[in-house]
């Protein structure tokens, strides 16, 4: 499917009456274009917000590239031990990605790292912890907080899911400068309403500023959709203004999300879908880099003066050893079935660098059926072989060196 072209964005802007946003100037003082130069455009031709806020950067001033996972343990904890390296006028931004299970949100934050660091799979709860990521660009720095999926209690009660599912969303709120809603657009069933446990979230923590992404705009073919979900997830308000439209599009019943079957996740919140209290909107495909690299530059403007709160060479606090099996426990939700990957275990046997420098990792999968070891390594060894060079590519563009990855899998005794 094709992307919106910018055009479509505008239409839908134009629609809303959303123009450019005052904050916009912040981009403008760090020396980003506010508008590109005759015969010069500096998003390209997929970007959905290139009328909208104006930020982005020359194209003769490339982004500088990520930062490097250290290879060993105790590199990475001496790197996020290094007192920061920041100029005088540092400024710094605590973000809080928020959404639904599955909205993209591990996604977006890699392509904001410009390096995958964070697991990402279509199967829910790929992401099982809080983790941290690191965007530095000159003065400006931003802790982006890949956290797990909101979900109800009943919900992880259900599946029988780790603590931290439920408490470390929340508890990421108390510290956030700037809270990001991620919604997956593309699903019809879940796209005309906020999440339950997000509405919960923002309605307990109403003084955080928020920001709404709309992901996955490429699977939309017509942009009537767009302005009908723009009008629901932000109950006609942006920025503290209600939009310029005639009349607001009702979600249809056949887009409405399932039922909440959890009581305690709609208490207080009434028939609410949406939140009117976004700062601003953003349209984009989290697989598109151009549209990213615009969010990404409003993120780094958003900074306010203070101190850093890593070094400049953090990417991460991941250890190498947690990204590595975050990896390849992506593999295996991708291609193992139903709740087989849930019951893998995952031991790291060896570890070492290589005497060309190549990073030699061994890892046991240990299952506790015979059937599921069958099914891991599949015909000929073919499943398991195949998990192994997937997770070994991922591994190279993470620490940038040569990787021999072995999987070896073991019944659990």
Not at 91 to 96: A, E, H
Not at 298 to 324: D, K, M, N, R
């Amino acid at each position: 499917m094709a992307a919106p072209s910018r055009t479509a964005a505008g239409w839908v802007r134009a629609a809303l009456g959303i123009w450019r946003s005052s904050r916009a100037s912040a981009a403008v003082a760090r020396g980003w274009c506010a508008a590109p130069p005759a015969g010069r455009c500096c998003h390209g031709r997929g970007s959905a917000l290139d009328h909208f806020l104006g930020v982005c950067r020359p194209a003769d001033d490339p982004a500088p590239p990520a930062p490097v996972v250290a290879l060993h343990r105790d590199k990475q904890a001496l790197l996020l031990a290094y007192p920061p390296n920041m100029p005088e006028n540092s400024r710094i931004l605590r973000v809080v990605i928020l959404g639904a299970p599955n909205a993209g949100k591990s996604t977006l934050s890699n392509q904001l790292l410009g390096r995958k660091v964070f697991p990402v799979s279509k199967k829910v709860h790929t992401t099982r912890c809080q983790a941290l990521g690191v965007i530095t660009e000159d003065e400006a720095q931003v802790v982006l907080l890949d956290t797990p999926g909101l979900i109800s209690p009943a919900k992880r009660k259900r599946h029988n899911l780790e603590l931290s599912l439920l408490k470390d969303p929340w508890k990421s709120m108390e510290d956030a400068d700037l809270v990001v809603v991620l919604v997956d657009v593309s699903d019809k069933w879940t796209r005309g309403q906020l999440n339950h446990q997000v509405l919960k979230c923002l309605s307990q923590f109403p003084q955080v500023p928020s920001i709404l992404v709309m992901n996955k705009v490429d699977c939309l073919k017509q942009k009537a959709v767009l302005l009908e979900l723009t009008a629901a997830l932000t109950e006609g308000v942006v920025g503290g203004k209600e939009l310029q439209i005639k009349k607001t599009f009702p979600v249809s019943k056949s887009q409405k999300a399932p039922a909440e079957s959890d009581p305690e996740a709609s208490k207080g919140l009434g028939e609410r879908v949406g939140w009117p209290h976004f700062q601003e909107i953003f349209m984009l495909s989290a697989l598109s880099q151009e549209d990213v690299e615009t969010l990404k530059q409003y993120l780094l403007a958003q900074a306010q003066p203070g101190p850093w709160e890593f070094h400049s060479e953090v990417l991460t606090s991941q250890t190498p050893q947690e990204i590595c099996a975050n990896i390849i426990r992506e593999k295996l939700l991708e291609h193992l079935p139903q709740e087989v990957p849930y019951s893998v275990h995952q031991e790291t046997k060896l570890w070492e660098e290589g005497p060309s420098g190549e990073l030699v990792i061994l890892q046991d999968l240990l299952v506790s059926k015979e059937s599921h070891l069958r099914l891991l390594i599949g015909q000929s060894g073919q499943l398991i072989s195949q998990l192994a060079q997937e997770a070994t590519e991922d591994l190279r563009n993470v620490f940038l060196c040569d990787v021999r990855l072995r999987l070896s899998v073991k019944l659990r005794r």
